[in-house]
């Protein structure tokens, strides 16, 4: 069923660093890619999302690229907080279905 | 609204026995999503149902989980019998239909331990 490939698994940055998540994916149905952030004992809640007529998108500190012609996306986070330390998952759904697939997902852990 | 709730929050049983969990949507949400989450294998999709009906079953890993959806404002997923790898935490999740590309909302989920 793992259609998205994400990577890393792990992440450790300072404070003030700019983690880097990639996802990859095979199927050329997919058009609608949001990215999930999980704490710990909570269930995951979407972040940001793009769609691929647009190369980047930017929710404050967030920010999705993408590259269509790769079959790729990536989520940068700016200025990265310890509050942003979660687990964080891209995903993806293509046109004719409501299937959700998930990446397996990023622990990202921010030090002051 | 109250958001997509699961229950129970956990669950300890013995090999063997029957394990239900149970899921209440998001009011006026007409796709619904069971999934399992595991450190090796992260969020497996199981099962999606669309206005009540069973859409897609192709991740339910084997004929000892079942799901249904008997109404818009309740799903159960039922394992028999349990055994301990089913050990992990289930997410209940639910949108408005995915042609309009919309949130997935997810429940708190149910931590299942199958001892």
């Known amino acids: 069923q793992q259609q998205v490939k994400q990577s890393p698994q792990s992440l450790i940055v300072q404070k003030g660093g700019i983690p880097i998540i990639n996802c990859a994916y095979e199927n050329t149905a997919f058009d609608y890619f949001p990215w999930y952030q999980q704490f710990p004992g909570k269930g995951p809640a979407l972040l940001i999302a793009?769609?691929?007529?647009?190369s980047e998108k930017k929710e404050g500190r967030f920010t999705i690229s993408f590259n269509k012609s790769a079959k790729q996306f990536s989520l940068h986070i700016m200025d990265s907080q310890p509050g942003d330390s979660a687990t964080y998952f891209c995903a993806a759904r293509s046109y004719n279905t409501d299937k959700l697939i998930f990446g397996t997902g990023t622990r990202l852990q921010v030090f002051p | 609204d109250a958001g997509v709730i699961q229950s129970p929050r956990h669950e300890v049983t013995e090999m063997g026995q029957e394990v239900t969990l149970r899921c209440k949507p998001i009011s006026g949400h007409n796709s619904l999503f069971w999934y399992r989450q595991t450190m090796m294998r992260g969020l497996e999709l199981l099962i999606y149902?669309?206005?009540?009906?069973?859409?897609?079953d192709s991740g339910m890993p084997e004929d000892r989980f079942s799901a249904k959806m008997p109404n818009a404002s309740f799903s159960t997923l039922k394992i028999q019998p349990s055994e301990p790898r089913d050990s992990a935490v289930y997410f209940c999740?639910?949108?408005?239909?995915?042609?309009?590309?919309?949130?997935?909302?997810f429940g708190q989920g149910t931590r299942l331990t199958v001892v």
């Open positions: 149902f669309n206005n009540n009906v069973p859409i897609d």
């Open positions: 793009i769609r691929p007529d647009v």
């Open positions: 999740a639910s949108s408005l239909p995915g042609q309009m590309n919309t949130e997935a909302f």
